[in-house]
């Protein structure tokens, strides 16, 4: 079935979903507040090694598993790298 | 077995939710669950009405696949995998949604005044889900995304509609949890 890695993904995007409390609203509200680092460390940890996943299959440029080279929804403004860090320090550093 | 049961520490989740993003691209597809608001509608014969929801909807298919994978798995962490139900939100918070009339902030993971079957007695419960139901799926496609798309999709590959559109997010969340909530609850 083509669709099964579709649904190993997602079974496990579910589970991760609920075992990092990311789903909980309790964590929502507590984020808005600034009383965790939790909901912070998991959104900025995902961007940090998703940022460099991409760029490592774009450097390589990585063809899908059909074999055809990967799609981004590219525009063509790109985020300088210093502004995406400096927003994150700023909003939950010291 | 506890490293599984216990909650996963975010050092652990981050990475996790990289790897689901990733998985996704590698498969040749985009990592975002809102679009999938979209699909449905189109199922339903949105389509009558807005151009907006006449596409091809086969080549969807899979990201309601991921969907449907999310709810087993959701089910399957929550019923089998959790040592206890506790979300171990800070003290402060527990105090203020105690404040606010909330009997056991933490003790589960969504608040039973908000999400329960007993909380649908109420009106203002209905209300507040249609209504944040309903800006929930405007918004998420008027920004042509969710906190997936545009927050762990958009911002790996840096791009800068959805840094905007990740601020603006956070500004509503902040609008809600300080100014609106407070005045419902």
């Given at each position: 079935?083509?669709?099964?890695k579709f649904?190993s993904v997602g079974?496990f995007f579910?589970?991760l979903?609920?075992?990092?409390?990311?789903?909980?609203?309790?964590?929502?509200?507590?984020?808005?507040?600034?009383?965790?680092?939790?909901?912070?460390?998991?959104?900025?940890?995902?961007?940090?090694?998703g940022?460099?996943g991409?760029?490592?299959i774009?450097?390589?440029?990585?063809?899908d598993l059909?074999?055809?080279?990967?799609?981004?929804?590219?525009?063509?403004?790109?985020?300088?790298?210093?502004?995406?860090?400096?927003?994150?320090?700023?909003?939950?550093?010291? | 077995?506890?490293?599984?049961?216990?909650?996963?520490?975010?050092?652990?989740?981050?990475?996790l939710f990289a790897l689901v993003m990733l998985s996704l691209t590698v498969f040749g597809k985009n990592f975002?669950?809102?679009?999938?608001?979209?699909?449905?509608?189109?199922?339903?014969?949105?389509?009558?009405?807005?151009?907006?929801?006449?596409?091809?909807?086969?080549?969807?298919?899979?990201?309601?696949?991921v969907?449907?994978g999310?709810?087993?798995?959701?089910?399957?962490?929550?019923?089998?995998?959790?040592?206890?139900?506790?979300?171990?939100?800070?003290?402060?918070?527990?105090?203020?949604?105690?404040?606010?009339?909330?009997?056991?902030?933490?003790?589960?993971?969504?608040?039973?005044?908000?999400?329960?079957?007993?909380?649908?007695?109420?009106?203002?419960?209905?209300?507040?889900?249609?209504?944040?139901?309903?800006?929930?799926?405007?918004?998420?496609?008027?920004?042509?995304?969710?906190?997936?798309?545009?927050?762990?999709?958009?911002?790996?590959?840096?791009?800068?509609?959805?840094?905007?559109?990740?601020?603006?997010?956070?500004?509503?969340?902040?609008?809600?949890?300080?100014?609106?909530?407070?005045?419902?609850?």
């Amino acid at each position: 079935m083509k669709y099964l890695k579709f649904l190993s993904v997602g079974i496990f995007f579910g589970i991760l979903l609920v075992k990092s409390e990311a789903v909980s609203w309790f964590r929502i509200f507590e984020m808005f507040r600034f009383e965790s680092f939790h909901m912070y460390g998991i959104i900025g940890s995902a961007v940090a090694l998703g940022a460099i996943g991409i760029a490592l299959i774009k450097k390589f440029k990585l063809k899908d598993l059909s074999a055809r080279p990967l799609k981004f929804l590219a525009k063509r403004k790109i985020i300088p790298l210093q502004l995406l860090v400096d927003l994150f320090l700023g909003w939950v550093g010291p | 077995m506890d490293f599984i049961l216990d909650p996963w520490p975010w050092y652990v989740s981050g990475p996790l939710f990289a790897l689901v993003m990733l998985s996704l691209t590698v498969f040749g597809k985009n990592f975002g669950m809102s679009s999938n608001l979209r699909t449905l509608c189109a199922i339903g014969g949105a389509g009558k009405w807005a151009s907006f929801f006449k596409f091809d909807i086969k080549a969807q298919k899979w990201n309601l696949v991921v969907v449907l994978g999310a709810v087993i798995g959701g089910y399957l962490g929550s019923h089998f995998l959790q040592n206890q139900p506790d979300i171990a939100i800070s003290a402060s918070t527990v105090e203020a949604l105690q404040q606010m009339g909330f009997q056991n902030p933490g003790a589960s993971i969504l608040p039973p005044e908000l999400f329960s079957l007993d909380a649908l007695a109420e009106p203002k419960t209905w209300a507040i889900l249609i209504i944040g139901g309903f800006l929930v799926g405007f918004g998420t496609r008027y920004a042509g995304g969710c906190t997936s798309g545009h927050a762990i999709s958009g911002l790996s590959n840096l791009q800068v509609p959805s840094l905007v559109a990740v601020i603006g997010f956070f500004i509503g969340g902040l609008i809600m949890t300080h100014l609106i909530l407070p005045q419902l609850f």
